[in-house]
């Protein structure tokens, strides 16, 4: 998870700082010692509520705050300068879903221009 709710101490939205760097140095190191690429399973690219809310109908500013379309695009590009061949994204369903259910296609729309632009554009 990169943004998540801190219900314990803080209570509020923390992301953690680690730079896309740090992935590409696993990611090599991994390479040299095992022969085999890595890969990132299920980065996030979902929101993450607060106590006493479901994804499913938290309000879209509540969601936005830790994910929104913006975030997204910045959350594909922190996933391409890792330099990883494979990535999976967690969200895709609740991108769909925010498209169809709450007319939200903000999000849908981001991932499709920014997975197009890497596509053509990585490495």
């Known amino acids: 998870y990169k943004r998540v709710w801190d219900r314990t101490f803080t209570k509020r939205y923390f992301e953690y700082p680690i730079p896309a760097w740090f992935y590409s140095s696993l990611a090599g190191g991994g390479k040299i010692f095992t022969g085999k690429d890595l890969m990132i399973h299920e980065l996030q690219a979902e929101a993450w509520t607060p106590d ?72």
């Open 52 to 123: 006493g809310y479901e994804i499913k109908d938290a309000p879209v500013e509540e969601l936005y705050k830790s994910m929104n379309p913006s975030r997204l695009k910045n959350r594909i590009k922190y996933a391409a300068d890792t330099g990883m061949r494979t990535v999976d994204l967690w969200g895709a369903e609740w991108w769909y879903q925010m498209k169809v259910n709450r007319n939200e296609p903000g999000l849908w729309d981001t991932a499709k221009q920014e997975l197009a632009y890497w596509k053509i554009h990585k490495n």
